[in-house]
T-cell receptor, first 116, second 115 residues
Framework: GAVVSQHPSRVICKSGTSVKIECRSLDFQATTMFWYRQFPKQSLMLMATSNEGSKATYEQGVEKDKFLINHASLTLSTLTVTSAHPEDSSFYIC????????????FGPGTRLTVL | AQSVSQHNHHVILSEAASLELGCNYSYGGTVNLFWYVQYPGQHLQLLLKYFSGDPLVKGIKGFEAEFIKSKFSFNLRKPSVQWSDTAEYFCAVKGSGGGADGLTFGKGTHLIIQP
């Protein structure tokens, strides 16, 4: 099956700093990538959808200036958490899909962000 | 707005027991339905999916699910569970427009299989 990686797997940062998380599709070209957020013992919540070469579409309630998403190539999307605060601490998961995968989403392993 | 409800948050079974995890969804249109599994320390993996056709779908590792449109349900079943089935299970839905849409997930069911 298709493989999606995320980097880093864990990150700890100080409040007020920015953190970048990368999501890569390793063996297919992902026309669409999704970013989800998972709180402890809760479900995954869709944050945004990004299509290669265009601006991301954010879900209601997600601050686009806070969570910057870039999908500059068919294999890479990045999520930057700007001016992070403790309430941004969470598990961030990306997924990738394409017409080649019949739009099935393949998930990355997630990134644990802890903001001190 | 679409939503997914999973009835059981924690389920504990003994090996060889039968399993059924409930999932109901709310969506104003035709849907695609999914069950994902997340083993400890691993990423989400697709167990099975329903797009159209036979409402009884079979997935990997002996799992199956039945789409009952009149009940807005997509329950997951396995006739005989194994210790290795211990994991978190998520039901998810998206509109069946054919495009690449994000998924709406249920809160998950934590399944523990006792040897």
């Amino acid at each position: 099956g298709a493989v999606v990686s995320q980097h880093p797997s864990r990150v700890i940062c100080k409040s007020g700093t920015s953190v970048k998380i990368e999501c890569r599709s390793l063996d297919f070209q992902a026309t669409t990538m999704f970013w989800y957020r998972q709180f402890p013992k809760q479900s995954l919540m869709l944050m945004a959808t990004s299509n290669e070469g265009s601006k991301a579409t954010y879900e209601q309630g997600v601050e686009k200036d806070k969570f910057l998403i870039n999908h500059a190539s068919l294999t890479l999307s990045t999520l930057t958490v700007t001016s992070a605060h403790p309430e941004d601490s969470s598990f961030y998961i990306c997924s990738a899909s394409s017409l080649d995968t019949y739009n099935e989403q393949f998930f990355g392993p997630g990134t644990r962000l802890t903001v001190l | 707005a679409q939503s997914v409800s999973q009835h059981n948050h924690h389920v504990i079974l003994s090996e060889a027991a039968s399993l059924e995890l409930g999932c109901n969804y709310s969506y104003g249109g035709t849907v695609n339905l999914f069950w994902y599994v997340q083993y400890p320390g691993q990423h989400l993996q697709l167990l099975l999916k329903y797009f159209s056709g036979d409402p009884l779908v079979k997935g990997i590792k002996g799992f199956e699910a039945e789409f009952i449109k009149s009940k807005f349900s997509f329950n997951l079943r396995k006739p005989s569970v194994q210790w290795s089935d211990t994991a978190e299970y998520f039901c998810a839905v998206k509109g069946s427009g054919g495009g690449a849409d994000g998924l709406t997930f249920g809160k998950g069911t934590h399944l523990i299989i006792q040897p």
